[in-house]
């Protein structure tokens, strides 16, 4: 609660307060007098959504980043990363594992985060969640590659609509990790006088993995872009499997529907003996038969295209 | 009324003056002459439509701005804001309430706006504007995802069309939010001395909604265009069913006509007693039909796509 | 002539002379021994086509420019405009309208032009030109909104040669304008000694008129991929529509007629009376008919699509 | 050969040797030797394709850059231009035309080649390079032309290909002078002290016709991209047009087929008089085909579309 | 051994230890002891796939960048150079090719590797590598050459997917490209005291050659595009001939079907002699035929279009 932690400050170097849910404004508010938080980034973490970034307020820095989460649809959590002299808080809208590796190697006394200072702590915050971001998006290299074996092979309006899910998705990654890269950016290049060199060595690492989940999300939209060509093009090429087989078998069958009705009008007929009659019937729709047959062969209809 | 306003001048501190329809030039002339406006600035405030931008012009600054509301229909009217060092001078095109939870402030006896200069009643009135595009783009998500309920379920040409009207109108927006950004980014920068350091952090805040808004419109432009491929896809998926139909029905029932046509030729027939022949008849269609329908079942076309 | 103005020359505070037609090499030669002009600007004036640029020359500035005019196809006639001391040369390829304006208000004695340097004068020329670019993207805008109505109510053929025409006309727009506004982005920048302070605040803004007409440019273009998705769109789906007229009348008759063919076959038919099997014969057939109609209503083929 | 060459160093201003086949590396070596030239720009200039640059090697100045050709395919040729304080040597792959204007300039004893440094030499290379690309992208800017009245007139499979070929060679291009422009525009902006001011200002204009080349280049690759729009269109059109016949002919003579085979269904007849029933039967018929053509009236699917 | 290596180190002026395999943590921790080797940068090493980076830590340098190999499938292999005063150390995920020309010359004695430092040494691997993509990329260009024979001649779904595959790959390709070409501009530009005057040359012409994979990159890209173009254009306008070849047959025959099911009726024919009739009925067959004849021609549906 509220008063132990103000006893508390002071008198470890690092005290870390992560908050789970947002929704309590009094906690927040309460939390904001004891750090002395500037009223804009008390705001900016109440307020959700908002953009990444990392803001300076005098003694203390605030950094506002998204956690990527599959349960199992896409989450794009927020968090609000306070960081002062003596002290690191985080503010959550709902408990959850992204920082539950923090947690265990504090908790297993891992002894550079146990003998740094808060701005290294912040990084293994920040790291953790960068981090998180890799299995998502591996998760959604397996969907497109699943979605790609299923469009050269079956193409179904189902992939289509799959297929648009998962570019959604990556549009939503895409505007969580883009800020969150150029935050990081800005704050390498001015690390202000909060972050030590050590740290900052770390932070820069952090900054080119979330350049790489960059690469990643806009190799994957260019993925989406071909998929969807490609799925054009097999519903063009199946359309025009279905039609060759209504036309082979229209413009065989419909002439020698023609024959029969030729031999069906009620004239009086010549009178020849009937078996030549039937055999020169047959021979004609037979000549016209392998004709049309010969016709779709040279078109190369007849095969089945590869 | 105009003496008055003259009178009033320099009796307070901070004097907002907000004229609604910029059609009256003698007002607009009086007003400048008032304060000694710059004339390019009253130029840009009365001529319709402006980029958004902010112009510094000695002793005073113009901030010229878009306002958007749904009405139902995506209005972009015009606002233009003179700051100066006693006075808040807005120009409205029409009456409207984007500034009326400013208003509705000021009477509360907010105490941040009563006790800070013009520049911070500025920034109030660019925040309310900044902050209504974030409803009339929550409209333009809820429309999307209508839209693509519909294509992904029962897409017809009426949706192509709304969604057409959507890109549009989100085209209108990005022209009016992008120089909005860019002009709040160079006052950022370089603020002058009209605005203090404290309202600078909040206009800061400020520009970095203005930069959220810019990545939602962009993302809702990259989900029309998804949903645009998604339509395609949909309609040539239709028509393979379509054809599919077809194709099986006049497959199956060409061929059979042919057969009854044999039978249906007025040549002297064999003596075969009757029943046998019906029978083999039937039997040759039967085999045709089902040979068919394998030939259809094997393709995959008579159980419905999901 | 040549002489009578070789003898003006220093007479006035700013001379203004405009040649009209640039064919003749001469009388351009002549002109730039009088105003001791540079080689590769006069070579810049004769050679037409030129991209938009600001050229400093020592003691004159060069700008090169298009004017936007439809008569009633698009024409980007080039003008060189060169500034000195105190003369401000004018280059069109054939007299023409755009600078009329500013003529008139000479000839009015504008207080303004009459009164300023040749650095407004120019300003003047230069403000005229640009702002004749509105009316002409004016009528795009109304060419694109009539070419909209058309494709979604009736598409033909014709609107979409139409659409690539505006297109086509807009890329040219483009690469006037584009050059022209970097030009004038790097004279605001740099101005040099021949602008003087107050014309810079003119050509500010004249500068944000052409990045504005960029921008409606580019809007434009994007409002013609959307309406040319649009149209693909509506092809499609007239298409299916026609698909589905052929699919209903061709499976609905075609099994009707397959029933008339059984009924047609020479065969010894069975000893029935004769309104019996008429009766049989039309049942068949309506329960046929009527399964298929409701087959096609289920799919929602028979209703005209909104 | 070269041992003349060793002799005549150092007794010219400038000296211009010109190498036609870069296959001879003995040659290149001697060369290098006889002009002390960087080994990697020897490199550069031997192995073929380069991209286009300036590099500075202390005393000398190396600039590749391609030579665009149409015989009457596309052509880029190499082309390496060492310029040092007494000589120019530009090594080609073939011998050909674009270089024969200069050559002919200074057998013709153009004034300023003849009396300024290497540097003005060089330029005339770069600039008779550059402008050369303008009759290339004419010859371009007709073919587009063509393939548009084609495409819009009578679109065919050959359209298509080649408008695809000129896609591709349009790249080629795009590739080759985009680079020049960068090239070019770092020279002039750090000439270094080989090049002299008066020749700064003829670069400044050959870099600019540079832009404007690239300007062309990604125009008519926008104007392709439009025309690929308008092919598919056509496309789709011509097939709507396609389908239109064969659904007019088979909507109304499979139904006549109908009604003339109930007219054969061998049942026994009600005795009517003949000339009654044939007017019945052809009057269902009438009234079916007319039906049928006001419904397709309607439909706008009988006059020829625009 | 690493026990000789640690006796070796310092006793040769360059010392080059090539590690393959990077799976066994505890060799690649103990080298990280022997020559002082950042964590970060080892782990940099051990965890594939990493963004090809440059990264300086004090005293040594670290290079990763990805090999691009065809084996047959496309191959990125990870390679990371550690560059120290007298070492550099390469670790590779297997033992490979593109690093053996740099062997071969080391053990051929080549004069510039031997008697330079570690900084030329480098180069010279980075340069292998960045050559070996030249080959890889020239494979690309076969295969989109072959590709574009395929889908001018006779465009199979196979294309397609084989399409999609080339550009899947040129997508990771580039993304291999691209950071190590930003990386390399990034050490040319801040070479630091590790890397010498004479190898900043030699690393300058390493980079243009990693600017001229990423042109060849994107126009491979861009050509891709064109030729999804090219497939979506043929199969449509495959499409048109089945549709026309099934219009002709159908819109032929089943008019003159009809023919033959007017004469089939069982009404009481008027008494005419049998050759008339016989005539007159193929007499309207004939000229329906030829009428439909005549109206395709027209249409230009008969001749085989190019």
């Known amino acids: 609660d509220l008063e132990t932690l103000r006893q508390m400050r002071g008198k470890w170097p690092v005290l870390w307060v992560n908050v789970d849910g947002v929704g309590h404004p009094g906690t927040v508010q309460a939390l904001g007098d004891i750090f002395a938080l500037h009223r804009l980034g008390l705001e900016d ?3 959700v959504p908002q953009r990444a970034k990392v803001a300076a307020y005098g003694d203390h820095l605030l950094i506002v980043a998204r956690m990527a989460r599959l349960i199992p649809e896409l989450d794009l959590e927020q968090i609000g990363i306070f ?5 690191v808080l985080t503010f959550q809208e709902r408990p959850g594992d992204p920082l539950d590796p923090v947690r265990a190697r504090i908790r297993a006394g891992h002894p550079r985060i146990r003998g740094s200072g808060p701005d290294y702590l912040a990084y293994a915050v920040i790291d953790a969640i960068v981090d998180h971001y890799f299995p998502v998006l591996e998760s959604y290299a397996d969907r497109l590659d699943a979605l790609e074996e299923e469009i050269v092979g079956r193409p179904s309006r189902r992939s289509m609509n799959r297929l648009h899910h998962a570019k959604r998705e990556l549009m939503s990654l895409r505007r ?3 800020p969150l890269r150029d935050a990081l950016a800005a704050l390498v290049r001015e690390p202000g006088e909060l972050v030590t060199q050590p740290t900052l060595v ?8 979330a350049v790489q989940i960059v690469d990643l999300v806009e190799t994957y939209r260019d993925l989406g872009s071909s998929l969807t060509d490609l799925y054009l093009s097999s519903v063009s090429h199946r359309m025009n499997e279905i039609m060759k087989v209504l036309t082979i078998f229209a413009s ?5 529907g023609f024959v029969t009705g ?4 009620n004239l009086v ?3 020849v003996a009937w078996y030549w009659r039937w055999g020169f019937a047959f021979g004609v729709m037979g000549v016209v038969a392998l004709g049309l047959l ?5 078109q190369g209809w007849l095969g089945r295209e590869k």
């Open 45 to 47: 973490v109440t307020d």
């Open 269 to 271: 007929h010549p009178p």
């Open 176 to 178: 969580a990790i883009w």
């Open 83 to 87: 960081v002062g002299r003596d002290y």
């Open 262 to 265: 030729i031999y069906g009008m």
């Open 252 to 256: 065989i069958f419909i002439p020698l």
């Open 294 to 298: 010969a016709f779709f062969w040279r």
């Open 202 to 209: 770390y932070l820069r690492d952090c900054q080119e993995h």
